[in-house]
């Protein structure tokens, strides 16, 4: 067994990390140490592209071009993407190709496009899916994806292959369950359907949690031959020796996850440098790519930047994307570190260094970061304590280096306590004589310095000043293609998708089953779409619906004041009404376990009908049709929340003609209402 694997010097960092010395080296006479792979950032897992699709298309295209164009701003070069598998994966849920075994489809959601306008800016972007969960029949009832490993290595293999037949998408990376239990198994059935469905190239990176897979692949060559990388989450920039001693590629496969302020771009600094410092990760993607998903769903704002106004236009290119461009301009995918000692460490007063050279060894790129404790913690885990001072550093280059008489830099100066930042400003060279300089560095900087003569700030003008949800807000569908996602509905439950009969346009929620959760809890067997904002307390709801005869759902819902989204969508409060086809109920949460009064209705499947909610001046009123169903007390709790249209069940039910009102609009439409206490007798409840 020994011989199977590289008798690799485990040089995590003991034995150089802390040596102390002035002056750091960049030598390339010991050779090169790992390959690198590259700076990512991850879209879903989930939905958290939800709010780009639909931007005006120059300010999309600008946001595009700062997240993907070479040369100009995070120039990432790993897009990694959710398989969506119709189930809720942090911040909503993203559609799976095959919502039922007899169903398949490509065009549904945005990461399909997310990839092409990746690969249009980028084409040696390397592309990454990965799922969080899986419809229903993969699990056939169970909770686990792994009842019968060939299905489910055919139908991810089946996403693999419609990337490329249906968007010319190559996808170079596919993982296993994202933070959830692997099986070895799965893990060669999946290989083995790869191989013989022609996807040779695509990689297996594996197990997307922590680094235990590393002694499963020790004891077994055979998977040993199939894992390409180990792909760690959130390591805090150290790896696992187990997984060191693999001699795999090792990757933070899932990182960052902080506010995009100046403590993240710090996060973000720190740990692209110091995860291979410390632990020889050559690969770190960004959890998450952009935050394009509402204020107050779980972890807003945690991307390389920020767009949460397709209505205005508005985004944020924040302080990480100009972090990022520190790496990403200058090195690239098969560009290798050199040796720890001889171009990667630490800095005798704190910070780090890394330096990468390309693969015939002309062009050499060091990265220095002098990030403070408290101005570079990453939301998880824990940093311990440690101390960075100004320091002067002598930077010595040899071997093939040692005739470098000049290098282009790049600076980065994260402003705390008032100061401005300086962010990716390109500085006077740095000469060498003799092969020598000196560098004096403060605290909470980020510096390249490479013989790369590329690298640009890229720039676009101010975008349209922000806006609020805009209010009258219709949405009729009528002017999507087929299968698209409604835009600002925000699905957190069910997925929902564009279809057309009879020459009308409308939504339909698709998910006929309980899909195999990825939130631990599971979920209750509702589906929930949220729009708008959390701060609305007054509004007036409506909706048309239908409930379709075959694999209907038991009954559909206008919601307001709904507080929660994420995995924590299934215990949201607010007001819900719910229709039945021989009932409503206004219940307070939406697990219905809290009923605020109940009334008579008769309708039948198939049919369409329009359900309002008013919320105004401490107040609740409902309609069915064109009659109002009950006028109530507003419940004491939540006093604000998104809207949201949802069902009762899993179970097919479409939607159409959704109209948002503020509370006076609304109450004008609701006063064209007949009052109808003949037809619906209501029940209180205390
Ligand atoms: C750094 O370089 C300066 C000038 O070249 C030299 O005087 C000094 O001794 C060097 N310091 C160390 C620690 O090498
Ligand atoms: C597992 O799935 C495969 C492919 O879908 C199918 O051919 C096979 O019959 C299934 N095996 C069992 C035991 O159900
Ligand atoms: C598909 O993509 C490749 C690059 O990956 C490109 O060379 C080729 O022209 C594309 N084919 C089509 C039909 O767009
Ligand atoms: C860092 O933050 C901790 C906790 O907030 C605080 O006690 C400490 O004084 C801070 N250190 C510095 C150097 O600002
Ligand atoms: C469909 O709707 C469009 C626009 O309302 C109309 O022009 C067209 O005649 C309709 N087609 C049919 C078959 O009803
Ligand atoms: C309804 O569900 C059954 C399985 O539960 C399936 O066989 C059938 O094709 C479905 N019909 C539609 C229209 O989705
Ligand atoms: C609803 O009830 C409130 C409080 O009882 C009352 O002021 C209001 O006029 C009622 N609205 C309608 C439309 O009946």
């Given at each position: 067994m020994a011989m199977h694997f590289p008798t690799l010097v485990a040089v995590v960092c003991a034995a150089v990390c802390g040596a102390y010395s002035q002056s750091i080296v960049f030598d390339d006479t010991p050779g090169m140490e790992r390959q690198f792979d590259g700076i990512g950032g991850l879209s879903?897992?989930?939905?958290?592209?939800?709010?780009?699709?639909?931007?005006p298309q120059e300010q999309r295209d600008q946001i595009l071009d700062y997240l993907f164009k070479p040369n100009f701003g995070?120039?990432?070069?790993i897009l990694k993407v959710e398989i969506g598998?119709?189930?809720?994966?942090?911040d909503g849920t993203e559609a799976s190709h095959?919502?039922?075994?007899?169903d398949e489809n490509y065009?549904?959601?945005?990461e399909w496009w997310l990839m092409k306008e990746a690969k249009k800016r980028n084409p040696n972007i390397k592309l990454y899916g990965l799922p969080w969960g899986f419809p229903g029949w993969i699990g056939q009832g169970t909770h686990?994806?792994?009842?019968n490993v060939s299905m489910t290595a055919d139908y991810i293999v089946r996403w693999i292959n419609g990337a490329k037949v249906y968007h010319n998408l190559t996808i170079d990376y596919v993982g296993i369950w994202n933070e959830r239990p692997y099986d070895i198994g799965y893990i060669k059935a999946l290989r083995a359907t790869l191989d013989a469905r022609?996807?040779?190239?695509?990689l297996v990176i594996a197990?997307?949690?922590?680094?235990?897979?590393a002694t499963d692949i020790q004891a077994d060559p055979e998977l040993a031959k199939i894992v390409h990388a180990i792909g760690c989450h959130y390591p805090g920039t150290l790896s696992d020796p187990d997984a060191v001693y693999t001699g795999k590629q090792l990757w933070?496969?899932?990182?960052?996850?902080?506010?995009?302020d100046d403590v993240g771009g710090g996060c973000w600094a720190r740990i692209l440098n110091q995860n291979y410092v410390?632990?020889?990760?050559t690969a770190t993607i960004s959890?998450?790519?952009?935050?394009s998903y509402y204020d107050?769903?779980?972890?807003?704002?945690?991307?390389l930047m920020t767009a949460v106004e397709p209505w205005s236009g508005n985004y944020v290119v924040e302080t990480p994307i100009w972090v990022s461009a520190h790496t990403t301009q200058f090195a690239f995918v098969g560009w290798n570190y050199l040796k720890h000692g001889y171009g990667v460490g630490k800095l005798p007063k704190g910070g780090s260094y890394v330096g990468l050279v390309n693969p015939t060894g002309t062009e050499l790129t060091i990265v220095i970061e002098t990030m403070s404790h408290n101005h570079s913690?990453?939301?998880?885990p824990p940093l311990p304590a440690y101390n960075v001072e100004p320091q002067v550093v002598n930077i010595s280059l040899a071997g093939?280096?040692?005739?470098?008489?000049k290098m282009n830099v790049w600076y980065t100066k994260l402003g705390f306590d008032g100061a401005k930042d300086i962010l990716f400003e390109k500085r006077d060279q740095i000469q060498f004589v003799n092969g020598k300089a000196q560098l004096s560095l403060g605290l909470d900087e980020v510096i390249t310095l490479t013989t790369m003569t590329t690298g640009q700030k890229g720039a676009y003008p101010e975008p349209p000043p922000s806006q609020p949800f805009p209010l009258p807000y219709t949405e009729d569908f009528e002017s999507y293609s087929l299968y698209e996602e409604p835009f600002?509905?925000?699905?957190?439950?069910g997925a929902y998708e564009i279809l057309s009969t009879n020459n009308n346009t409308f939504a339909r929620q698709m998910t006929i089953m309980e899909p195999?959760?990825?939130?631990?809890f599971g979920g209750v067997s509702k589906t929930v779409n949220v729009i708008g904002?959390?701060?609305?307390?007054d509004i007036y709801v409506a909706v048309d619906f239908q409930l379709p005869?075959?694999?209907?759902?038991l009954g559909a819902f206008v919601a307001a004041r709904v507080d929660q989204g994420g995995c924590e969508a299934f215990s949201a409060q607010g007001i819900f009404l719910f229709a039945f086809p021989d009932r409503y109920i206004v219940a307070n949460d939406l697990a219905r376990t809290k009923t605020l009064k109940e009334g008579y209705l008769a309708f039948e499947a198939g049919e369409w009908h329009r359900l309002g909610l008013l919320v105004q001046d401490g107040n609740v009123q409902g309609s069915f049709d064109n009659k109002i169903l009950f006028n109530m007390t507003v419940p004491v709790v939540p006093i604000s929340g998104f809207a949201a249209i949802g069902t009762d069940s899993f179970g097919l039910a479409d939607f159409d003609n959704l109209q948002l009102t503020g509370p006076s609009e609304g109450h004008k439409i609701m006063s064209k209402h007949l009052l109808s206490k003949s037809l619906y007798f209501e029940k209180e409840h205390h």
């Open positions: 879903g897992g989930g939905a958290t592209s939800k709010l780009l699709v639909n931007y995070a120039s990432l070069h598998g119709d189930v809720q994966s942090t095959m919502h039922n075994s007899w065009q549904r959601g945005y686990s994806p792994y009842v022609g996807f040779q190239n695509t197990a997307d949690e922590e680094w235990e897979i933070a496969s899932e990182d960052y996850s902080t506010f995009n410390n632990g020889l990760m959890w998450n790519l952009i935050a107050n769903l779980p972890y807003y704002g945690n991307g913690v990453c939301i998880r093939k280096f040692s005739s470098i008489t600002n509905l925000a699905q957190q439950s195999v959760f990825w939130c631990k904002s959390t701060d609305w307390t005869v075959i694999n209907g759902s």
